[in-house]
């Protein structure tokens, strides 16, 4: 019966920490080097039939390998197009630090810069329709 606990608290520890944040996100903001205090996501299901999938604006990926995405989409092709690239890693349940390798601009403007720069540890806070980044406060 001992085994059996401590088989059962290992599977929902596990169970809990997978919830990540892993997924395509709508957010209000790029990941970019200008390093922001909050990001605010939604999270786009692209699963659900019932649900119509956003196809403009600006999305971020975090991808199951610990890497993310983010880019801006726009109805048209005449605009500023912004994406960027870099790494996520969990700092215990509720922590992630986000570390930036690239971003670049295409369409109406042009611009390129490589660069690995930690952005930071943001907290998660997990609201009912969406997700919170928030840089964390030593």
Sequence with gaps: MKNFSLLFLLLIGGAVYAQ???GIWRTDELLTYRVKEQYVM???????????????GNFIVFKDDGTFTSNY??????DCFTSSE???????QDQVVLTLHQVEQ?????SSRVET????????????DYLLLSKHKK
């Design 20 to 22: 990540g944040i892993e």
């Design 42 to 56: 939604t999270f786009v299901n692209r699963n659900d039939e019932t649900v119509e999938v956003p196809l403009y």
């Design 73 to 78: 989409a726009a109805p048209c092709g005449n």
């Design 86 to 92: 870099g790494v996520f890693t969990y700092k215990g």
């Design 106 to 110: 295409s369409g109406t403007c042009f």
């Design 117 to 128: 720069v930690e952005l930071g540890v943001y907290d998660i806070q997990r609201e009912k």
